[in-house]
């Protein structure tokens, strides 16, 4: 036969029965119990000191003293297959440890004894002895204060179609929970990226009319560099994101739904009462349904704990006490870990930007904006950009030593400005140097130019020009030359003398050497062909 339990309310009525006088047959057949079983309870609430006057009006007390003595007793002495499991104890326990399930241990027991292994008793041993399968207690968390706290976590509502003949992609819903009213918002996505989190809760805050104090979400890695059940280590991205909203981050425990379990819940909530059963031609218009959807049902619902509406509660007693909402949406930052180069340049998302000559060689974050690109040396700024495309370049010729940032910047009114302050004919030889298209091309000609007045001082160099652009030679190898022989100070040469009339020249060639040389030989003219 087997084993039934017998209830208090069944012991109870035992009690209450036998104080009237009643006889353990007459007991039986009124509450469906064995003789037996009649016999063990009233035999212990005589051993309880229990009379029969007592027992009439048994309190709950006394009542628990009688079952405590019947059950007790009550298992016995265990079986064989119980000694069985005792003597592969050890074997049972590392079969546990190795991750194997309890049948495969079944099997094995089975298999290794040679003997037949009850599974129940083998489930009960396990779980009474080893402490396999026993279920962990929990507590349950106190709601805290009006508008402190929300609990956010994504999850798999279904897939979407959203072009005729497309492929099904998965839908997941970020969820926002106000931990005091209940009341949630819901955010469509096809992606748990961080930058899809940071646009859920950006909703959620205008949906909610301003930011909670407390953000509670799991240990997800799009927003936890690194896990920890004490101190989460965040990424700066998400960093950056809390301390612009003003919000603080509660990072729950790995794999413990516990520690965001209002939350938690409230997925598979959204999954069966709003997603199931709909059919939606595009995410947008899902995303207005389920706003839709938080406000007239979600919102308006009796609450299965609080017993509440949520919406009238967060109305009436959260709203008001949230930090202010946001103006406009936030620009989410990338950051970049790079090495200032030689070139003056660092490369952040496929585009150069120009940092100071005293940081060549020095690793550097940069933070990239929508609008604009900051560079940090040692958490100092150092250098602020606007955003340039893929393939585009951000240069400040004040990054550059002077020497070379008219060169660098192909600056060639820069070059010519320099020169003329070394003096008027200098600046105007150089002008004649960079004259015409293309003028960058020649820009060394005019630094070989300003290295000769380096050289030589500006007073030789500026005779020199004059003379050079008298005789209408720009060429700067010229000017060098002339410096090297001291012949800026020479007297500008007159007009070339005509020769005169009938002279006649000592190693002048006859006008014969010059006439056309005949390529072919004149045929007669009585010639056959």
Same mark, same amino acid.
């Given at each position: 036969?087997?084993?039934?339990?017998?209830?208090?309310?069944?012991?109870?009525?035992?009690?209450?029965?036998?104080?009237?006088?009643?006889?353990?047959?007459?007991?039986?057949?009124?509450?469906?119990?064995?003789?037996?079983?009649?016999?063990?309870?009233?035999?212990?609430?005589?051993?309880?000191?229990?009379?029969?006057?007592? /027992?009439?009006?048994?309190?709950?007390?006394?009542?628990?003293?009688?079952?405590? +003595?019947?059950?007790?007793?009550?298992?016995?002495?265990?079986?064989?297959?119980?000694?069985?499991?005792?003597?592969?104890?050890?074997?049972?326990?590392?079969?546990?440890?190795?991750?194997?399930?309890?049948? %495969?241990?079944?099997?094995?027991?089975?298999?290794?004894?040679?003997?037949?292994?009850?599974?129940?008793?083998?489930?009960?041993?396990?779980?009474?002895?080893?402490?396999?399968?026993?279920?962990?207690?929990?507590?349950?968390?106190?709601?805290?204060?009006?508008?402190?706290?929300?609990?956010?976590?994504?999850?798999?509502?279904?897939?979407?179609?959203?072009?005729?003949?497309?492929?099904?992609?998965?839908?997941?819903?970020?969820?926002?929970?106000?931990?005091?009213?209940?009341?949630?918002?819901?955010?469509?996505?096809?992606?748990?990226?961080?930058?899809?989190?940071?646009?859920?809760?950006?909703?959620?805050?205008?949906?909610?009319?301003?930011?909670?104090?407390?953000?509670?979400?799991?240990?997800?890695?799009?927003?936890?560099?690194?896990?920890?059940?004490?101190?989460?280590?965040?990424?700066?991205?998400?960093?950056?994101?809390?301390?612009?909203?003003?919000?603080?981050?509660?990072?729950?425990?790995?794999?413990?739904?516990?520690?965001?379990? %209002?939350?938690?819940?409230?997925?598979?909530?959204?999954?069966?009462?709003?997603?199931?059963?709909?059919?939606?031609?595009?995410?947008?218009?899902?995303?207005?349904? +389920?706003?839709?959807?938080?406000?007239?049902?979600?919102?308006?619902?009796?609450?299965?704990?609080?017993?509440?509406?949520?919406?009238?509660?967060?109305?009436?007693?959260?709203?008001?006490?949230?930090?202010?909402?946001?103006?406009?949406?936030?620009?989410?930052?990338?950051?970049?870990?790079?090495?200032?180069?030689?070139?003056?340049?660092?490369?952040?998302?496929?585009?150069?930007?120009?940092?100071?000559?005293?940081?060549?060689?020095?690793?550097?974050?940069?933070?990239?904006?929508?609008?604009?690109?900051?560079?940090?040396?040692?958490?100092?700024?150092?250098?602020?950009?606007?955003?340039?495309?893929?393939?585009?370049?951000?240069?400040?010729?004040?990054?550059?030593?002077?020497?070379?940032?008219?060169?660098?910047?192909?600056?060639?009114?820069?070059?010519?400005?320099?020169?003329?302050? /070394?003096?008027?004919?200098?600046?105007?030889?150089?002008?004649?140097?960079?004259?015409?298209?293309?003028?960058?091309?020649?820009?060394?000609?005019?630094?070989?130019?300003?290295?000769?007045?380096?050289?030589?001082?500006?007073?030789?160099?500026?005779?020199?020009?004059?003379?050079?652009?008298?005789?209408?030679?720009?060429?700067?190898?010229?000017?060098?030359?002339?410096?090297?022989?001291?012949?800026?100070?020479?007297?500008?040469?007159?007009?070339?003398?005509?020769?005169?009339?009938?002279?006649?020249?000592?190693?002048?060639?006859?006008?014969?050497?010059?006439?056309?040389?005949?390529?072919?030989?004149?045929?007669?003219?009585?010639?056959?062909?």
């Amino acid at each position: 036969m087997g084993y039934r339990e017998v209830f208090v309310v069944e012991v109870q009525e035992v009690l209450r029965q036998w104080g009237l006088g009643r006889g353990l047959r007459g007991i039986s057949r009124s509450t469906g119990l064995d003789r037996k079983t009649v016999r063990r309870y009233v035999a212990a609430a005589v051993e309880a000191g229990l009379t029969r006057e007592q /027992a009439a009006a048994a309190t709950d007390e006394m009542v628990g003293l009688v079952v405590e +003595a019947v059950r007790v007793g009550s298992p016995g002495e265990r079986g064989a297959s119980w000694r069985l499991f005792e003597e592969h104890r050890g074997a049972i326990e590392k079969w546990l440890e190795q991750g194997l399930t309890l049948t %495969k241990v079944h099997e094995l027991l089975k298999r290794t004894t040679g003997q037949p292994v009850v599974y129940r008793t083998l489930h009960r041993f396990a779980r009474e002895e080893l402490g396999h399968g026993k279920r962990r207690t929990t507590v349950r968390v106190a709601d805290g204060k009006p508008g402190e706290a929300v609990e956010v976590d994504f999850g798999l509502v279904g897939r979407l179609v959203e072009e005729e003949g497309g492929e099904a992609r998965k839908v997941y819903a970020l969820v926002l929970t106000a931990a005091y009213s209940r009341h949630q918002y819901v955010y469509l996505t096809h992606r748990q990226t961080l930058e899809e989190l940071v646009e859920g809760l950006e909703r959620g805050w205008s949906f909610f009319g301003g930011v909670f104090r407390v953000v509670v979400l799991d240990n997800a890695r799009t927003v936890v560099a690194q896990a920890d059940p004490c101190g989460a280590r965040l990424s700066g991205r998400f960093v950056a994101y809390a301390q612009e909203r003003g919000f603080v981050v509660d990072a729950t425990r790995v794999r413990r739904p516990q520690d965001k379990a %209002k939350v938690e819940r409230t997925v598979q909530y959204v999954q069966r009462s709003f997603w199931q059963g709909e059919s939606f031609r595009s995410l947008q218009e899902g995303q207005e349904a +389920a706003e839709k959807w938080c406000r007239d049902v979600a919102g308006r619902r009796i609450h299965g704990t609080t017993r509440k509406r949520p919406v009238e509660v967060f109305e009436a007693e959260e709203k008001a006490l949230l930090l202010p909402a946001p103006e406009s949406r936030y620009d989410l930052p990338s950051f970049l870990h790079v090495t200032v180069q030689r070139d003056h340049h660092v490369t952040a998302d496929r585009a150069l930007y120009s940092v100071p000559t005293a940081y060549i060689g020095e690793e550097v974050t940069v933070r990239l904006d929508r609008e604009l690109v900051r560079i940090y040396h040692r958490g100092k700024l150092i250098k602020t950009h606007p955003r340039q495309p893929p393939g585009g370049r951000s240069t400040d010729e004040g990054d550059y030593p002077p020497e070379v940032a008219a060169y660098a910047m192909r600056d060639t009114d820069t070059l010519a400005e320099k020169a003329r302050r /070394a003096g008027a004919h200098v600046g105007r030889y150089a002008e004649r140097l960079i004259e015409g298209p293309l003028p960058w091309t020649r820009m060394r000609q005019v630094y070989r130019l300003l290295g000769l007045v380096e050289r030589y001082g500006c007073s030789r160099v500026d005779q020199a020009c004059a003379r050079s652009l008298d005789l209408d030679v720009v060429d700067v190898m010229r000017i060098d030359r002339m410096l090297a022989r001291a012949l800026e100070a020479q007297p500008t040469p007159g007009p070339t003398r005509p020769w005169r009339t009938g002279t006649v020249l000592r190693f002048a060639r006859p006008e014969s050497d010059f006439a056309p040389v005949r390529k072919w030989k004149e045929m007669p003219d009585d010639d056959p062909l």
